[in-house]
């Protein structure tokens, strides 16, 4: 026993049991994570082969790996349209607007949720500012369309006429989109974002507030001396994520809010509503394989660009 002993810890010998063992050891948890391993693989890895997609011209008869390969043309056709700098224009500022208003939003919302000390009144504020993280935006957009209907909506019958004030057609107006889609997009998801920054104001030690209370220091001094710097490792790591995803538009938000009026596509079209468009109209996979691996492309640039950033001024505080 004792030279076997001796035979499985000396170094350099390879011991080929020892991973099945391993494995053995923890086959509860191992079989316990195999559905969420297989769903990730369904769902995030398997779907990575179409980025073959974006650099052929696909012809269903001969399949993927045999249709014809065409370089960049898929991207040179995103590129061509006279509205190609327009959508990645209000992609991009709408998505920073919605990334500065929601954090700032979500971050006071935290903080007033977790003054409220009613165990009661906490929950139901709680659930009522996420709430709406979980309605989905074909009903949201019905939502929308009953406050804007130019005829019978709530803005125009209850709000201008009683004032005098000409009703609007809002599908047909352009210039008021930027502020609606921003309204919508905060209404619906700062909840979300809210309750997470909730959970880390939770979990920061109350001695860390006692010691304040003894030196004297306000709700506002505790607020912004103990409990914003304690979460911003999570609102750096929120911001990251959604950094990610800044040359990505909420399909849904821009599509079913705005009834896919063309009247308003001035500001209102992005990268996914035009590729979408340009799908119904062509039907060439291969644009929105493009226009998705773009978007990808773009958006693990930005986070690796900014995880550097955040990482030479703060090691901690970085995402990896």
Same mark, same amino acid.
């Given at each position: 026993?004792?030279?076997?002993?001796?035979?499985? !810890?000396?170094?350099?010998?390879?011991?080929?049991? !020892?991973?099945?063992?391993?494995?053995?050891?923890?086959?509860?948890?191992?079989?316990?994570?195999?559905?969420?391993?297989?769903?990730?693989?369904?769902?995030?890895?398997?779907?990575?082969?179409?980025?073959?997609?974006?650099?052929?011209?696909?012809?269903?008869?001969?399949?993927?790996?045999?249709?014809?390969?065409?370089?960049?043309?898929?991207?040179?056709?995103?590129?061509?349209?006279?509205?190609?700098?327009?959508? +990645?224009?209000?992609?991009?500022?709408?998505?920073?607007?919605?990334?500065?208003?929601?954090?700032?939003?979500?971050?006071?919302?935290?903080?007033?949720?977790?003054?409220?000390?009613?165990?009661?009144?906490?929950?139901?504020?709680?659930?009522?500012?996420?709430?709406?993280?979980?309605?989905?935006?074909?009903?949201?957009?019905?939502?929308?369309?009953?406050?804007?209907?130019?005829?019978?909506?709530?803005?125009?019958?209850?709000?201008?006429?009683?004032?005098?004030?000409?009703?609007?057609?809002?599908?047909?107006?352009?210039?008021?989109?930027?502020? +609606?889609?921003?309204?919508?997009?905060?209404?619906?998801?700062?909840?979300?974002?809210?309750?997470?920054?909730?959970?880390?104001?939770?979990?920061?030690?109350?001695?860390?507030?006692?010691?304040?209370?003894?030196?004297?220091?306000?709700?506002?001094?505790?607020?912004?001396?103990?409990?914003?710097?304690?979460?911003?490792? +999570?609102?750096?790591?929120?911001?990251?994520?959604?950094?990610?995803?800044?040359?990505?538009?909420?399909?849904?938000?821009?599509?079913?809010?705005?009834?896919?009026?063309?009247?308003?596509?001035?500001? !209102?079209?992005? +990268?996914?509503?035009?590729?979408?468009?340009?799908?119904?109209?062509?039907?060439?996979?291969?644009?929105?394989?493009?226009?998705?691996?773009?978007?990808?492309?773009?958006?693990? !640039?930005?986070?690796?660009?900014?995880?550097?950033?955040?990482?030479?001024?703060?090691?901690?505080?970085?995402?990896?």
């Amino acid at each position: 026993m004792a030279s076997e002993k001796a035979f499985i !810890t000396q170094p350099g010998i390879s011991q080929p049991n !020892t991973k099945w063992r391993h494995f053995w050891k923890y086959r509860a948890l191992i079989i316990l994570a195999m559905p969420g391993i297989l769903l990730m693989l369904i769902n995030n890895y398997l779907p990575m082969f179409g980025i073959f997609l974006a650099f052929k011209d696909l012809n269903y008869t001969d399949g993927i790996w045999k249709s014809k390969w065409i370089g960049l043309d898929n991207f040179k056709f995103l590129f061509a349209s006279n509205d190609a700098w327009l959508i +990645i224009k209000n992609t991009l500022l709408y998505n920073i607007s919605f990334l500065l208003i929601n954090t700032i939003l979500a971050v006071m919302l935290a903080l007033l949720l977790n003054e409220v000390k009613n165990k009661f009144a906490s929950k139901f504020f709680q659930s009522t500012v996420i709430l709406p993280n979980f309605i989905s935006m074909v009903i949201v957009g019905y939502i929308v369309y009953g406050f804007l209907n130019p005829e019978l909506g709530f803005v125009n019958k209850f709000i201008l006429e009683p004032f005098g004030i000409d009703p609007k057609n809002w599908y047909a107006e352009a210039q008021h989109w930027p502020y +609606i889609l921003t309204i919508v997009n905060t209404w619906k998801n700062v909840g979300y974002a809210a309750v997470v920054y909730l959970a880390a104001i939770v979990g920061i030690d109350s001695e860390y507030y006692e010691a304040a209370v003894i030196d004297g220091a306000s709700r506002w001094k505790q607020m912004t001396k103990i409990t914003i710097p304690l979460i911003a490792p +999570i609102i750096i790591i929120m911001t990251l994520l959604a950094i990610g995803r800044i040359f990505n538009a909420d399909f849904g938000l821009f599509y079913q809010a705005t009834m896919a009026s063309g009247m308003i596509k001035e500001t !209102t079209e992005v +990268i996914d509503t035009y590729v979408y468009s340009a799908l119904m109209v062509t039907g060439d996979t291969g644009l929105a394989s493009s226009a998705g691996l773009l978007q990808s492309v773009v958006g693990f !640039t930005l986070v690796v660009t900014v995880n550097l950033i955040v990482r030479k001024f703060s090691r901690e505080n970085a995402l990896f």
